[in-house]
């Protein structure tokens, strides 16, 4: 019964399986996706695929990314899509691309629109703990939160504590050394997968255990008691 929270993916399949591999969550386990599952890395459509699959098995929550609504944003006129593009849009669109052909948002099948438009939630929250892609507004209410602070917010040393007393587990806000950031009332996991020397994480977010896999399939596994030692 672990509630198990998973970073940004942004196209690391090969992470993605490394990492299930490890902590092999069983349908007793909630598995919370904090966003950001396309863009940067080569195989956006394969995570999707993915995660849609796993929902057909586990207890599987996926919050939508800024990254996510980037892509959604992308159908909504001409001048939409080059921002998804430039922002790592054009390595997922090539991964929905027929060989031998530029991808077009055409490629990208109903079944992940669906996934992206419906599927995804803006934040979740358990007794302990609260659940977003990037940030809280401190004072008001999940229902209250603003979209913009919810998808795109950093976490920095600043940011203070959610007024429920419930602890944010986010991603979004890269940490280039590799582990979690733990502000006590804050965790970040975006551990930077995408980065030469990052990582993908899964945390255990009551028992404060951290699997890791980079994109090699390489695993490490560490707990947030231990993170000044690292
Ligand atoms: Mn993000």
């Not at 950093?154 to 979690?180: E, I, Y």
């Amino acid at each position: 019964m672990r509630i198990l929270a998973i970073g940004d993916i942004h196209g690391y399949l090969a992470a993605l399986d490394a990492l299930l591999a490890e902590v092999r969550p069983t349908p007793e386990d909630s598995v919370i996706f904090l966003g950001d599952y396309v863009d940067r890395g080569p195989d956006s459509r394969g995570v999707v695929n993915r995660v849609i699959e796993l929902e057909r098995s586990l207890r599987v929550v996926a919050l939508r990314g800024n990254h996510e609504q980037m892509m959604m944003d992308s159908r909504g006129g001409p001048g939409l899509l080059p921002n998804w593009l430039l922002n790592g849009g054009e390595e997922a669109l090539a991964s929905y691309a027929p060989e031998g052909r530029q991808g077009t948002l055409n490629d990208v099948p109903r079944g992940h629109w669906n996934f992206l438009d419906h599927v995804c939630v803006d934040w979740f929250e358990t007794d302990d703990f609260i659940f977003v892609h990037g940030g809280l507004a401190p004072n008001l209410s999940l229902p209250e939160q603003p979209i913009p602070v919810l998808r795109w917010q950093k976490l920095t040393p600043a940011v203070k504590p959610h007024f429920s007393g419930k602890t944010m587990v986010c991603g979004h806000t890269v940490q280039p050394s590799g582990v979690p950031l733990d502000l006590g009332h804050a965790i970040c996991i975006d551990t930077g997968v995408y980065l030469p020397q990052g990582w993908l994480s899964c945390l255990d977010v009551e028992e404060g255990t951290c699997w890791q896999a980079n994109q090699h399939g390489k695993t490490r596994m560490l707990h947030l008691d231990d993170l000044e030692e690292i």
